[in-house]
């Protein structure tokens, strides 16, 4: 079985909205949100079965915005907001689900 899954990945890109492509919003999403998605669902069962855990990690840009950074901010709103809904389907099934917020580690 498996008992934990831990989703750490990100990536960022910096940049107003009006100039942020279209593809940079999509590029990190992918690996943010949509990889966070795929991941936790792919292993979902067995977590359920061992009754284990779900960790992810967003940032506290999750949570509030920072100008040039919308690209990220997105996908990180977009995993705190599957980790909650995950964290209610999971509750009848003994299965925890974590929600790490780290601080800005970028020196402005």
Do not use: H
Not at 5 to 25: H, I, P, R
Not at 54 to 69: A, E, Q
């Amino acid at each position: 079985g498996l008992w934990g899954l831990v989703n750490n990945a990100g990536v960022s890109t910096f940049g107003e909205v009006e100039f942020a492509s279209l593809d940079n919003y999509k590029k990190v999403a992918e690996i943010n949100l949509w990889g966070t998605v795929r991941v936790t669902k792919a292993f979902l069962p067995l977590i359920r079965r061992a009754k284990g855990r779900v960790v992810n990690t967003t940032s506290m840009l999750g949570r509030m915005v920072s100008p040039s950074r919308s690209c990220y901010c997105i996908s990180k709103f977009g995993v705190a907001a599957f980790s909650d809904c995950l964290r209610q389907e999971m509750y009848r099934w003994g299965v925890r689900v974590i929600l790490i917020e780290p601080s800005n580690f970028v020196a402005a």
